[in-house]
């Protein structure tokens, strides 16, 4: 009997060149977090009134910043949650705790370059274990497990 979806069974799983192009942009990201990095925030003329609409530029920066760090935080929430459920089963975790320990403080001192390269640097480190150990879940299923977990 075949399957009358056949597309559902693969819906869940990324298709390859769905995980390439998401590799390339986060690439592409990198040096849009170094230019936002090196250059400096520029304050909205404080004489201004305040019904004066922000210019282009300086709102584009403020969302940018907020945007990344929201998934800079996020991604360290999910790192953070994995670790504590599977670090102690798995030794070759160990040294992700380290990485995120590192992201989290380039975090907290809005390195937002330096903290997502160290997460990224966690994940590649997470699949290298889940390589060995495929049992091992994937950090998204941690973090969903989480969410629902959460809610009930």
């Known amino acids: 009997m075949s399957d009358p979806n056949p597309s559902a069974a693969t819906a869940s799983q ?4 769905d995980i390439q192009q998401l590799v ?6 990198m040096p849009l977090l170094m230019r936002m990095q090196s250059q400096g925030f520029e304050q909205p003329d ?4 305040r019904d004066f609409p922000i210019p282009g530029p300086v709102l584009d920066r403020q969302a940018s910043e907020n945007m990344i760090g929201d998934m800079i935080a996020e991604s360290l ?3 953070s949650t994995y670790l504590e459920a599977n670090a102690v089963q ?7 705790v ?5 992201a989290a403080h380039a975090f907290a001192g809005r390195d937002y370059a330096q903290a997502f390269n160290l997460i990224w640097v966690a994940y ?19 973090a969903t497990d989480r ?5 009930h």
């Not at 390339?24 to 990201?29: C, D, F, Q, S």
């Open 90 to 96: 798995h030794a070759g975790l160990e040294n992700s």
């Open 14 to 17: 990324p298709r390859p060149t």
């Open 46 to 49: 404080q004489t201004v009134p």
């Open 124 to 142: 590649r480190a997470i699949e290298a274990v889940r390589a060995a150990d495929p049992r091992l879940p994937f950090v998204r299923q941690a």
């Open 147 to 151: 969410t629902q977990s959460s809610i």
């Open 24 to 29: 390339v942009l986060l690439g592409n990201l």
């Open 77 to 79: 929430r999910s790192l």
């Open 98 to 102: 380290a990485i995120v320990t590192q």
